[in-house]
């Protein structure tokens, strides 16, 4: 190794939920902490789960102060930070990230590296729809403004973002996680030996296509022992709760919330289901297959990239249900093949 100091790293995030985007930094920060013996700084807008588990690993976390999504006052406080700590590198996540950069201007004097994590979700009414294209159209101007180096974890989420971005240093970084080991995991009590057990992990919103989970789950032909696991919480829970009893589903399907002990889940589950509208390249995933947990999942983003159907899991096309209620049935009716997919 050389003598050149590592790079002060400023990691600039909104840290409100903790999904794959928060894994990343986590995972990311830790290991450039190890590698080079300098930790980022977090830079979160939310003093929630992130910020914990950051602290517990022994990161330092400031967190920026802003009273609405573009208060002026958290570019002042990222121009503090950066000046402050001897910066040399900022990092962003997330159209919020991205403009308070933008507005913090020339004086931060660092280069920027955007991550692109994903796409706007569909869905929602008139007025959420305005707001995601406004945000869309701010994130893009930010990006552009900020001279943002852009890594995308999918060559899907590239080739959508090639007109917004256009003339900026762009490549693909996929996402990755060191190898996990299902023998130091517990099998959690929800879950018995006599059923199949699907878990469906994330949160519990329209992208995730939980409907269509519910839909195939209640499908003639799919075995009753079929149980589905809705691992996270999220706007939908109380809607997509009533619909499974409306469907006859009372006593296979259970919403357990958030838990802080995905791995133990992910371990013990005969499959992973992931019927999506869109996906980046979750964590989830990556960790399910790492365990050795069969996948059934959309062919969309980076489950298309990365899943090799029938091999390394099932695909099966957005909202179909007939063929997740299909693909359901042929993994909880041969447990060889899920053992072989889950290698």
Known sequence: MSGTPAPKVVMLAPGELFGGVETQLLGLSE?????????????????????????????????????????????????????????????????????????????LGVPV????HGLPEPGGGPVARLKKALNRRLDGWATRKVGAAVCYVTADIMARCADMHRGLERRVVHNGIAPLDPASTARPPELSTDACEVGLVGRVSEVKGIGFALRALAASGV?????????????????????????????????HGFQRNVYDWLAHLDILLMPSLHEGLPYTLLEAMSLGTAVVASRV???????????????????????????????????????????
């Not at 909202?319 to 060889?336: F, M, S």
């Open 301 to 343: 983003g980076g489950l298309a990239e990365v899943l090799r159907d029938g091999e390394t899991g099932l695909l099966v096309e957005v909202g179909d249900v007939a063929g997740i209620a299909a693909a359901i049935t042929r993994l909880a009716e041969d447990p060889r093949l899920r053992t072989g997919l889950g290698r």
């Open 31 to 107: 290991s450039l902490r190890d590698r080079n013996g300098s930790a980022p700084i977090l830079a979160l807008f939310h003093d929630h789960e992130l910020a914990a588990r950051a602290r517990q690993a022994g990161l330092r976390v400031v967190l920026i102060r802003a009273r609405h999504r573009y208060d002026p006052a958290a570019a002042r406080d990222l121009r503090d930070l950066v000046d402050g700590a001897g910066v040399d590198v900022l990092h962003v996540h997330g159209y919020r990230a991205a403009v308070t950069a933008a507005v913090a201007g020339k004086r």
């Open 223 to 255: 075995p009753g022992r079929v149980r589905l696991h809705v691992i996270g919480s999220g706007p939908l829970e109380r809607r997509l709760s009533r619909e499974a009893l409306d469907l006859g589903l009372a006593g296979r399907v259970a919403f």
């Open 113 to 116: 590296v955007k991550t692109e």
